[in-house]
């Protein structure tokens, strides 16, 4: 059965809410609004591309039985006995018939005839996570419609620079920072925060188009500053290109980061989702907690940012799913626009589990566990791991909510990382933490010696 | 800088990003599966060996094989303190 949730998401994108979705859950699609871009210097090649891709599976129990998910690898027939088990009516899985590692599911979509043609007969609309030029070719490939709008759209409200500007401008206390649009702005902005480092402050620089554990650096030394200064002017002078996109911001003292999600409709209708505490490190995301513990005027000022956020995004030609992280300072007063990621999140493809799973007035923690494996890893090995935590146990219970990162990297040498998402849920936080702690410990014994 | 002292400054480094004591690393130690850097890890890591070796790397020229191991890493800082002398 379709959720209410998802229900939701299509009458505000489609006009209805039994439209058929086609997903593709592309989460790598920051790398590609990248493109055209100059962000740090970086390294050309990134450990976790694969488990990016691979993430692609969350949107299994998102998506309802009427829809269609595109996937570059079968469902694990043990995880999908336990999603039905738990009561999930599964959608369509769809995978191209020419997959190469290398390229994310789109590419290997759009160079499957038989998938192609198999897209073309399901009459529905396409919903990625945000579309790249290449979901845009999909659409085009399939004559399916977007039910968001193209690539280019994407790409301008999903810049951190974009973010910035919309938190100044609409006084949305913005973090006290910069935007940087060529080096010697940042040069100059480096100038200005290098004393405040220096005397022990955190500054922290963004690509504009980062996703977390990506483009980013904490300046908390010398070194730090001193050397990005070094890389970035040095890089400069061999291409000749004085272009660099980054915003530059304090490191506030916080007592927790927050993630709050609306869905802008195509009319322009601004509905807010929900807001969760988010789990950071370092400026890394590591998952979310729910409810968050903000008070009633904190909820008020962050349901205010979502309608000027969301109307403004309506503006400038956006409909879909946003989310937005902010800022709950150590003084108690909210920065409610640290970025905005216009595009489905995280919590976008949990709604489904929150929406059957987590009874009300319950505790829930969204996380993944890191494991190290020695060899492919079949779902139902996991589930034995974790044998009597997956049931209800008086309140409490783990949904795992993404299978594929398991073996994402199984082709590499052992122990190779795995990654296993999954939704907590208890009465409360000190059960929360327990079982948390319970999951931690029985997934070791998966896990290469 | 000889070879151990390379090995050093860069299990050194390593300490000092992740925040862990590394008495346990050789130079088959994998640097993302088994020490977990990530990109930015990475930059930070090239920024403190510039700053104490005195080589100069440019990120984008790097190769993954470079990043394999500890060892590799070794190779490739050696190679360019060659190059600078």
């Known amino acids: 059965m379709t959720t209410d949730y998802l229900r939701g998401i299509k009458k505000a994108l489609t006009g209805s809410e039994d439209t058929p979705l086609v997903l593709v859950c592309n989460f790598e699609a920051e790398a590609l609004w990248a493109k055209g871009h100059v962000g740090l210097p970086a390294v050309p090649f990134s450990g976790s591309t694969r488990l990016v891709r691979r993430m692609e599976e969350l949107g299994v129990l998102l998506a309802g039985p009427d829809d269609f998910l595109v996937l570059s690898e079968a469902l694990d027939p043990g995880f999908r006995r336990y999603a039905e088990e738990l009561g999930f009516a599964l959608p369509t899985v769809l995978v191209p018939e020419n997959v190469d590692p290398s390229r994310s599911t789109a590419e290997d979509a759009l160079d499957s005839p038989v998938l192609l043609e198999a897209l073309r007969s399901t009459a529905g609309?396409?919903?990625?996570?945000?579309?790249?030029?290449?979901?845009?070719?999909?659409?085009?490939?399939?004559?399916?419609?977007?039910?968001?709008?193209?690539?280019?759209?994407?790409?301008?409200?999903?810049?951190?620079?974009?973010?910035?500007?919309?938190?100044?401008?609409?006084?949305?206390?913005?973090?006290?920072?910069?935007?940087?649009?060529?080096?010697?702005?940042?040069?100059?902005?480096?100038?200005?925060?290098?004393?405040?480092?220096?005397?022990?402050?955190?500054?922290?620089?963004?690509?504009?188009?980062?996703?977390?554990?990506?483009?980013?650096?904490?300046?908390?030394?010398?070194?730090?500053?001193?050397?990005?200064?070094?890389?970035?002017?040095?890089?400069?002078?061999?291409?000749?290109?004085?272009?660099?996109?980054?915003?530059?911001?304090?490191?506030?003292?916080?007592?927790?980061?927050?993630?709050?999600?609306?869905?802008?409709?195509?009319?322009?209708a601004v509905v807010f989702d929900f807001v969760k505490q988010a789990l950071t490190a370092d400026g890394v995301h590591k998952g979310h907690l729910v409810p968050a513990e903000l008070e009633p005027r904190h909820h008020d000022e962050l349901r205010h940012a979502a309608s000027v956020i969301g109307e403004r995004l309506h503006a400038d030609g956006f409909s879909g799913v946003a989310g937005v992280d902010a800022i709950l300072g150590l003084d108690g007063v909210l920065h409610p626009l640290l970025e905005i990621n216009a595009r489905l999140n995280m919590s976008t493809y949990q709604g489904g589990v929150t929406e059957r799973l987590l009874p009300d007035g319950s505790a829930c923690l969204a996380k993944h566990y890191t494991l190290r494996l020695a060899a492919r890893t079949p779902f139902d090995a996991v589930r034995a791991a974790l044998g009597p935590l997956l049931d209800d146990r008086d309140g409490e219970r783990v949904v795992i909510t993404c299978a594929g990162t398991v073996n994402a990297n199984a082709a590499d040498d052992a122990p190779f990382e795995g990654r296993l998402y999954a939704v907590l849920v208890a009465p409360d936080r000190a059960r929360l933490a327990g079982l948390d702690a319970a999951t931690e410990t029985a997934l070791t014994t998966l896990e290469s010696r | 800088m000889d070879r151990s002292s390379v090995v050093k400054t860069i299990t050194g480094a390593l300490s000092d990003i992740m925040q862990r004591e590394y008495s346990d690393v050789t130079e088959e130690t994998r640097l993302f599966e088994d020490l977990h850097l990530d990109s930015t890890s990475v930059l930070t890591l090239l920024m403190a060996l510039e700053d104490q070796t005195g080589i100069e790397v440019d990120p984008e020229s790097l190769q993954m094989e470079n990043f394999q191991t500890i060892g590799t890493l070794a190779d490739y800082i050696e190679g360019n303190l060659d190059v600078s002398v």
């Open chain 1, 125 to 268: 609309v396409l919903l990625p996570m945000g579309t790249t030029v290449l979901e845009q070719k999909l659409a085009e490939a399939t004559g399916l419609p977007l039910a968001v709008p193209g690539a280019e759209v994407f790409e301008r409200v999903n810049s951190k620079i974009y973010g910035r500007r919309v938190a100044v401008s609409a006084g949305l206390r913005p973090v006290p920072g910069f935007e940087c649009e060529t080096v010697a702005e940042f040069l100059a902005v480096l100038d200005e925060v290098e004393p405040l480092v220096e005397q022990g402050e955190r500054v922290v620089v963004k690509d504009a188009y980062g996703v977390s554990g990506k483009g980013l650096v904490v300046l908390d030394g010398k070194v730090k500053a001193s050397g990005l200064r070094k890389l970035v002017t040095r890089r400069a002078a061999r291409s000749g290109d004085d272009r660099l996109h980054v915003v530059v911001e304090r490191w506030l003292p916080k007592r927790f980061d927050l993630n709050y999600q609306f869905t802008v409709g195509r009319d322009g």
